[in-house]
């Protein structure tokens, strides 16, 4: 059964006192889980948040007055846990899926547009267009499914041999890029399904994403090789640079004029990149997640907010903001 409730005053004041602070380098801590998030998405423009959580369900959060606007619930079984959400690049629409099913919702009523299930393997990660006329989400089985809920016209991409981890989806629903367990990352267009490029790594890719200008797409692999695409072209604009053998990237995001990418880690950690360089020019970490040990935190989401900050959505139940400082 699907539920829409807001936020009373008591939860404000119980999210408060469960999530204490942690050691971070934020300069403003806010509450959005009150023992830890499962999962959390941030709108481009950094207005909205999205956090899945056991306690909460899924929590919207308005970032702009630091107040909880909708819970959506999508079921009253604890187990059937959101695991993966997006919010669309006009910050019209969310999705939010488990691992069976997903939902679409309206972020300014927050009403919900659609219930649907799927019936074969499970969701690994979804993406959704501006208006919230496309989904695609990507499955265990390695196919990716793009989906027009306007017209109910369904296309299935084939081209991974093995699970999908990640994918991401142009602001006009267009055009995927999906990584897989295969050491490839696929651009490919939604309409036709035919493979626009093939970006080829020496490990599984772990994280996709997507310049919303169609500029650039970033690749990621569990080994040294985290590389930023010429869409013009197909060929690799730059590396990441970093010493680490093994580094994954748990969220990342391009600004708005593409000089610059935000990523987070599993590890706490946030960086921000030069496109043209490949060089990190900012390191930050996120708050520890209460009761953890080790003490840590898996970064879900970035993004470039208002007056020169980025802010975090993490596993520690915190949205953090983060003084952008670049390296002279």
Known sequence: MLIIRTLLLTSLISLTIACQPHHSDATKQVPHAATGAYDAAISSDGRYSIVSSVEHGVAVWDNQVNGLKFQWYLSEDEQNMVVALDISADSYAAVTATREEFAVWDLESGENLGFYKINQSHIRDIAISNKGRYVMYGRADGVAVHIDLTTGRRIEFLGHQEKINAVALSPNGFYALTGGNDYSAYLWDTRTG????????????????????????????SKKQASIWDLTTGAQHSNL????????????????????????????????????????????QVAARANSQPKSAVVFAVAFAENNQLITESSSGLSEYFEIKRKQ
């Open 194 to 221: 035919q493979v626009v490029y093939r970006f080829n790594h020496a490990s599984r890719v772990t994280q996709v994403a997507l310049d919303p200008q169609a500029r650039f797409a970033f690749t990621a692999g």
């Open 241 to 284: 640079q970093y010493i680490a053998r093994q580094k994954i990237f748990s969220a990342v995001r391009f600004s708005d004029d593409a000089k610059w990418l935000a990523t987070g880690s599993p590890s706490r950690e946030l960086a921000m990149w030069n496109i043209d360089t490949g060089e990190r020019v900012l390191d930050y």
